[in-house]
């Protein structure tokens, strides 16, 4: 018989290695996240609509055309931040677990910034939009939940 404890040791430290690398991913999205919005293009377009978009609800006919008239700054955000579906030609299937990470709590700290804004509507506006499968959007919703994000 075998003593299983030296291999089940040696698993759970490389387990612990590998997960470092996906938290030193996360860690660069802390320091990175949104940071193009401080330059141009995106500077003066956010400068004028961030007030327009708070007093909106999201994903409303008046928000979305907020959004038409964003184009540019919007177009470039999207260009230069992976967290974003916009970001790949084939939306969420060609994001990472981090980028994916990233994504949902950059939606939480959206729907908290406008005035009637919530993650849970938005989780159900954002499956559809994005086109997410039951399976992730459940994957999201228990995260969420789980964090303490959903009430």
Known sequence: MIDSAPATLRHSRRVGELLLQL???LQTRVTTHDLSKLDYPEKPVFDEYGPKL?????DS???????????VATDH????NRHHPEHFP????????????EMLADWK???ERHDDGGLATSLEIQKDRFGLSD????????TAREAGWLS
């Open 23 to 25: 938290i030193v991913g």
């Open 54 to 58: 708070k007093t909106s609800t999201y």
């Open 61 to 71: 006919p008046e928000y979305r055309a907020y959004l038409r008239e964003m184009k």
């Open 77 to 80: 955000h999207y260009a230069n």
């Open 90 to 101: 084939d939306g969420v299937a060609g994001m990472t677990l981090v980028d994916v990470c």
């Open 109 to 111: 700290a959206a729907s």
């Open 135 to 142: 399976q992730l959007y459940s994957v999201l919703a228990n």
